[in-house]
């Protein structure tokens, strides 16, 4: 299996544009997690879908943040308009499992500047 | 509010002894708990969990402790090896889920 794949994996962009991250989980993974992960605050849980169904979002810092998974395959988190303190190292992570008990299984990440 | 703290930014070990990275939390509630190693440039990677019913899990080189009355669990790595150089991240799970903010660590050949 590839593991899970992320594009792109360095994003630079100006301020007030949409950038667009995507991720593809594991097949047969039931689970989907967005990160971003910042020097000040570590890894911190964005939001996670269960069966591509959303099941918490609550960590979405605002409502310039949106994510979906259309189908088990796809994911996509949107951050529109971007500003300066957006940019941070996201990452996407997929499970077997339908909890936060268990092992994730991480991407590379995207890097993404905002100017 | 960072429910789950690793108070050492990083830490530099000589290879062969013995690494303790520690993770302190404040939610009653967390009764999971992993921890995850991440190299540069790649996504972090499962390495031990335990469960708030026990008090040590066991793994290899790798041993984790939970301290519940002191909120306080311990990643004790032994002996270290140069390859465990990384930053190591500490999580937990219960009515939430967080990461910790990491420890970066050093093993010196």
């Known amino acids: 299996d590839a593991g899970v794949i992320q594009s792109p994996r360095h994003e630079v962009t100006e301020m007030g544009q949409e950038v667009t991250l995507r991720c593809k989980p594991i097949s047969g993974h039931n689970s989907l997690f967005w990160y971003r992960q910042t020097m000040m605050r570590g890894l911190e849980l964005l939001i996670y879908?269960?069966?591509?169904?959303?099941?918490?979002d609550s960590g979405m810092p605002e409502d310039r943040f949106s994510a979906k998974m259309p189908n088990a395959s796809f994911s996509t988190l949107k951050i529109q308009p971007s500003e300066p303190r957006d940019s941070a190292v996201y990452f996407c992570a997929s499970s077997p499992w339908r909890t936060t008990y268990n092992e994730q299984f991480f991407g590379p990440g995207t890097r993404l500047t905002v100017l | 509010d960072q429910q789950v703290k690793q108070n050492s930014p990083s830490l530099s070990v000589q290879e062969g002894r013995i690494s303790i990275l520690n993770c302190d939390y404040t939610?009653?509630?967390?009764?999971?708990f992993l921890w995850y190693k991440k190299y540069p440039a790649e996504g972090p990677t499962f390495l031990i969990s335990i469960s708030s019913i026990k008090d040590k899990n066991e793994d290899g080189r790798f041993t984790v402790f939970l301290n519940k009355s002191a909120k306080h669990l311990s990643l004790h790595i032994v002996p270290s090896q140069p390859g465990d150089s990384a930053v190591y991240f500490c999580?937990?799970?219960?009515?939430?889920?967080?990461f910790g903010t990491g420890t970066s660590l050093t093993v010196i050949p």
């Open positions: 999580a937990a799970s219960g009515n939430q889920f967080y």
């Open positions: 939610n009653s509630m967390f009764d999971y």
């Open positions: 879908f269960n069966n591509n169904v959303p099941i918490d």
